[in-house]
Nanobody, 118 residues
Framework: QVQLVESGGGLVQPGGSLRLSCAAS????????TAWYRQAPGNQRELVAS???????NYADSVKGRFTISRDKAKNIVYLQMTNLKPEDTVVYYC????????????WGQGTQVAVSS
């Protein structure tokens, strides 16, 4: 089993920055990729950014140039640095981890709220 704990959400003014953290613990071998998703009420979760084991990153068009995903392998933490935040970034952000162990397994964190408002 894998446990994911997100942190770093909060209230920020438009144009401000936040850094989200996703700390993984448990059976964390065989990781395929870790990603950040976000979900507004009534909408499906959408991919924000992902980072694969080899370090390849991928971003949604809406956040390219503003958000950066990175990881600290030693600490098993994946970060999402968010800059130039906009009111439309106000949603709950979730961490997702995919790992391979005799099949693919997917784990989600509990989510962290980001609010962008003046």
């Amino acid at each position: 089993q894998v446990q994911l704990v997100e942190s770093g959400g909060g209230l920020v003014q438009p144009g401000g920055s936040l850094r989200l953290s996703c700390a993984a613990s448990g059976s964390i071998s065989g990781i395929i990729a870790t990603a950040w998703y976000r979900q507004a009420p009534g909408n499906q979760r959408e991919l924000v950014a992902s980072i694969a084991t080899g370090g390849i990153t991928n971003y949604a068009d809406s956040v390219k140039g503003r958000f950066t995903i990175s990881r600290d392998k030693a600490k098993n933490i994946v970060y999402l640095q968010m800059t130039n935040l906009k009111p439309e970034d106000t949603v709950v952000y979730y961490c997702k981890l995919r790992r391979w162990s005799r099949g693919e397994h997917v784990y989600w964190g509990q989510g962290t709220q980001v609010a962008v408002s003046s």
